[in-house]
């Protein structure tokens, strides 16, 4: 896992990482996880790394531009309420740079009200996960966007 700043999981300490699963060696680029709680963003990781997913961390907007760039990703699971650059101006940031590359963004957020779907879906989101995640659903929706 790379992150924008530090998480208690890396993979040096966690005494290496399990293999990948078949499905999980043929996506390409990393999942780019996406929020201010680093207990939240770090927990979610560690439990997409251990499904087989490559993982990058970030804790605000522009950390998860920045990695982006350099590593585009082939999803991202985004807070709306970042600091810096919001969750819909990064996920509609993101959309804009793959251009016709395949790119699930998922809204993940404790704001669950319909205009906040809405807003969501029009930024560019493809789908909308409410706090706390059920992690199998998660696994679920990432498998099949491949």
């Known amino acids: 896992m790379r992150t924008s700043d530090t998480c208690d999981h890396d993979r040096s300490s966690a005494g290496g990482t399990a293999p990948e699963p078949a499905d999980a060696r043929r996506a390409t680029g990393p999942i780019l996880v996406v929020d201010d709680n680093a207990t939240t963003a ?11 997913h490559e993982v990058e961390v970030a804790h605000d907007g522009p950390a998860a531009l920045e990695l982006a760039g350099t590593r585009p990703p082939r999803a991202a699971l985004l807070d709306l309420t970042l600091p810096g650059i919001d969750g ?33 879906l029009d930024a560019g989101f493809d789908d909308f996960l409410a706090k706390p995640v059920d992690i199998d659903a998660l696994v679920r929706l990432l498998a099949a966007a491949r």
């Open 42 to 52: 770090c927990g979610m990781a560690m439990l997409l790394e251990l499904s087989g």
């Open 88 to 120: 819909f101006e990064v996920a509609r940031r993101l959309r804009a740079a793959a251009g016709s590359r395949p790119l699930l963004l998922v809204a993940v957020t404790g704001r669950c009200d319909d205009d906040v779907r809405r807003t969501a």
